[in-house]
């Protein structure tokens, strides 16, 4: 999949809020097809909101400006995290809880909504999705943990 633009999310819910300010709705370009398929599947799977980055939303769930794309500037999260390449999503999803839809997607991997999802982190109230490549038909899905690669 070489390019995909989103059903369910606007530009500034991936992208943070400086990248959106300058690049708009051509943001979209510093991310991975396959990642932004993916945040349109588990939103309709579960069909309940699904938030990313919230700095020009109002909702109950919090401020987030780094939960999707993070420029070379971000000092957020590890120096090569999937985010800075555009590989990664941190999903907050209203009423379910993240660790039930990290069970779902381990219970089948490879199902057509989770196809992509190479890793998830486990140990954190949000859903990390990405889509780094890794051998996933090999090793499965690769969990990870906060702090293990933040440095």
Known sequence: MNFYIPK?????????????AKFGTQA??????????TADRIRERYSSAVYINTYLLKTQIGYFN???YRPRSCTIGAVH????????????ILNIDAETIRKDILSDPFHEDFKYITTIEAGVNWLHIDCRNIDKEQNGILIVYPNKWSK
């Open 8 to 20: 369910h999310f606007a530009a500034h819910e991936i992208v943070d809020s400086k990248t959106y």
């Open 66 to 68: 780094f939960c999707g």
């Open 81 to 92: 995290s999937e985010h800075r390449h555009g590989r990664a999503l941190d999903l907050h």
């Open 28 to 37: 979209f370009q510093f991310m991975d097809a396959r990642i932004l398929y």
